[in-house]
């Protein structure tokens, strides 16, 4: 089971991230540094496999949330640097949650319960359907209202599969 971290902030930066002396590499990787409100800058290690929410392009001055591994190990340098495996871009409309559910739906750190409707889309990264029940799995939600209580409960607007 995968725990995830997450750092918001602006982006400061975006250069080509150099993985070795292979040409046909050169280009496919993407340092992306962020500049979070409380001033601390994290960088994330941009890959070929880090989903994109809504495929957005990203640029210098939007304000992102970068979730990552947070059971790898991560060498101890500042500004920190992860591997980022999602990115989402911010909206003011939407919430963005990505997190282990458990058979219940309700995710890892107990704060979310999903609510799933007739009309949710759950879908690959691929953007396919996901055609089985999402528990027990990484999931990213999005989702616009949430209760108060907790675990906050939602009927998220949208599930896409972290396979």
Request: aromatic fraction near 12%; charged fraction near 15%.
């Amino acid at each position: 089971m995968r725990k995830y971290g997450s750092s918001s902030g602006r982006v400061t930066l975006i250069q080509d991230y150099p993985t070795g002396a292979e040409e046909e590499g050169r280009g496919c990787f993407k340092l992306m540094s962020l500049l979070s409100n409380d001033g601390l800058i994290v960088n994330f290690v941009i890959s070929p496999t880090t989903y994109f929410l809504n495929h957005v392009i990203v640029s210098v001055g939007d304000y992102v949330t970068g979730f990552y591994d947070a059971n790898v190990p991560v060498i101890l340098i500042y500004p920190p640097q992860y591997q980022a495996l999602v990115v989402a871009k911010y909206n003011p409309y939407q919430n963005v949650k990505v997190d282990y559910f458990n058979r219940e739906l309700v995710s890892s750190d107990g704060q979310l319960h999903l609510n799933i409707s007739r009309d949710t889309p759950i879908l690959l990264q691929n953007n396919q359907p996901f055609t089985l029940y999402p528990a027990n799995r990484n999931l990213l939600v999005e989702y616009s209202f949430s209760t108060f209580s907790i675990p906050a409960q939602t009927t998220p607007n949208r599930i896409i599969v972290l396979c």
